[in-house]
């Protein structure tokens, strides 16, 4: 079976600090990867996509970044944070091959910076 | 653009009530419509989705209807139970690849 492992699940980091959360897939392969925000009283936004390694889509402009280093792995990083970074990240992932598929969620970072 | 509008919650009901969470989209062409529920400490998951005008998605008792005249996708449920108090987002898909504009999320309380 799929899983999907997201860490940490609650990261405090002061201003202007790096960043890095890890998302990491199990039991497929080839998986369109995403990262989405959801800040306080807002919906979830699409942050970022991935349809394969080393490729990666924006959604919106902003102070992070994404990597995929490996078919099944998917990172955000920022090299500088700001306050209105703070906000509860997910990764998500769902089959490559067809559309309309259901996304699966990880648990989820509540990312606050201070 | 695309854009979800849900009801604001949170949204309290007593056991075996009945629920619904309005959820209302626009679309630039012809999207497929989701629920999403968020159950406490745990991630996101599909509850139900409908991909034309007039299918029925249900599912775990719950059903949401996509209605294209009033660009509508309310759930709804004859008798909630208190474990399904979480937080419920509504979401639309109009693009090949699996992205969703997400709606703003309402928080459902259930007390026994």
């Known amino acids: 079976s799929q899983t999907i492992h997201q860490w940490p699940a609650t990261l405090v980091q002061p201003v202007g600090s790096p960043l890095s959360l890890e998302c990491t897939v199990e039991g497929t392969s080839n998986p369109n990867l995403y990262w989405y925000r959801q800040a306080a009283g807002r919906g979830l936004q699409l942050l970022f996509y991935s349809v394969g390694i080393g490729q990666i889509s924006s959604e919106v402009p902003q102070n992070l970044s994404a990597s995929r280093p490996q078919d099944r792995q998917f990172i955000l990083s920022s090299k500088k944070l700001l306050l209105s970074d703070s906000g509860f990240y997910l990764c998500?992932?769902?089959?490559?091959?067809?559309?309309?598929?259901?996304?699966?969620f990880g648990s989820g970072t509540q990312l606050s910076v201070l | 653009g695309n854009s979800v509008t849900q009801m604001e919650g949170p949204v309290t009901l007593s056991e075996e009530a009945f629920l619904t969470i309005n959820c209302t989209y626009t679309a630039t062409g012809y999207p497929s419509l989701f629920w999403y529920v968020q159950y406490p400490g745990e991630g996101l998951q599909l509850l139900l989705k409908a991909t034309k005008a007039d299918d029925k998605g249900s599912n775990k008792g719950f059903e949401a209807t996509y209605r294209k005249e009033t660009t509508s996708f309310h759930l709804e449920k004859g008798s909630v139970q208190v474990s399904d108090s979480a937080v419920y987002f509504c979401?639309?898909?109009?693009?090949?690849?699996?992205?969703?504009?997400f709606g703003g999320g309402t928080r459902l309380m259930v007390k026994p």
């Open positions: 998500a992932w769902s089959r490559g091959d067809t559309t309309n598929e259901k996304l699966f």
């Open positions: 979401a639309l898909n109009i693009n090949a690849g699996n992205m969703l504009t």
